[in-house]
């Protein structure tokens, strides 16, 4: 026996498929105008639907778009080694440089000055 016999009298997939069907009647007292008005009604409610829906889509795409393309801007001024906030940081750095050797050459120099002279006098030499 191969796949290709018929086994207890079924008949084989495609012969069953091929066949035509018959549209199911509606039962007797069904109002079957006013199931296809309320079916049509419901299509039309979901076509609505669904156009709005991609219009919601595609909004919400092109606000993720613009997002994007502001954020990517953004970055891009961020890693621009000309970008002004670098040059201020540089400058700022220079400065507090400056700053801090002023006060450890005054904070030195007031400390030497409040050393009495006979003091300076017998205290031991400093070698390098």
């Known amino acids: 026996m191969n796949n290709t016999q018929v086994t207890s009298g079924r008949q084989p997939h495609s012969a069953r498929h091929s066949q035509p069907r018959s549209a199911a009647r509606p039962a ?5 105008r006013g199931l296809s008005e309320l079916l049509e009604s419901h299509l039309q ?4 639907l669904e156009h709005e829906h991609r219009q919601m889509v595609a909004l919400t795409l092109r606000m993720f778009d613009a997002t994007a393309t502001a954020l990517r ?14 040059q201020a940081l540089g400058e700022s750095r220079a400065l507090l440089y400056v700053a801090l050797r002023e006060l450890i050459v005054g904070a030195q120099a ?3 000055a409040t050393i009495a002279p006979h003091e300076l006098a017998g205290a031991p030499r400093r070698t390098r």
């Not at 801007?73 to 670098?86: E, F, R």
Request: hydrophobic share 40%; glycine share 8%.
């Open 110 to 112: 007031e400390h030497t």
């Open 45 to 48: 409610a979901l076509q609505t």
């Open 73 to 86: 801007n953004d970055l891009q001024a961020i890693g621009n080694a000309q970008a002004p906030w670098v």
């Open 28 to 32: 007797p007292g069904v109002d079957v």
